[in-house]
């Protein structure tokens, strides 16, 4: 997929099992071979990431995601939430990892955690994926905007 690809990440408020993310892998492939922008299939991948993450790319050089097929894609990811009790659109609540350790915060105590790293949810390409996804809390847009 290019840098371009369109991308869009759901933060869980939890850590998933091994068993949890098999079953997400699972159900996302099969997701994927009927996800389509009105009956144009869509050039789409996505996966788990971190234990925590689910991640989807649309090509949109190929075909474009529209409302109805990212509504249908949301629809998907809440219905995940639901089979497992996971929130994904907590959206207040933010992961950040210091050295090894992961941990969720409030988006009010983000300076408080200044020294970790930011899993930014302000990327919108695979290519921000590759190169912005982890980056340091005190370079992140939203803590200059709480400041």
Not at 95 to 111: Q, T
Not at 113 to 123: Q, R, Y
Request: proline share 2%; glycine share 4%.
């Amino acid at each position: 997929m290019p840098d371009s690809s369109r991308l869009w990440v759901y933060a869980a408020d939890r850590v998933f099992s091994a068993e949890e993310e098999a079953w997400i892998n699972e159900n996302i492939q099969q997701f994927l071979l009927g996800w389509n922008n009105h009956g144009k299939e869509l050039t789409a991948d996505g996966k788990v990431f971190e234990n925590r993450f689910i991640v989807f790319t649309v090509n949109e050089a190929m075909v474009n995601a529209s409302g109805c097929s990212i509504d249908s894609s949301v629809r998907f990811v809440k219905e995940i939430g639901t089979a497992l009790k996971i929130n994904f659109f907590d959206r207040l609540n933010l992961w950040v990892k210091s050295e090894d350790s992961f941990n969720r915060v409030h988006l009010s105590d983000l300076g408080a955690n200044a020294d970790a790293n930011l899993f930014n949810p302000m990327i919108a390409n695979l290519g921000e994926f590759r190169n912005a996804w982890l980056i340091p809390v005190a370079d992140s847009i939203l803590l200059k905007q709480m400041a």
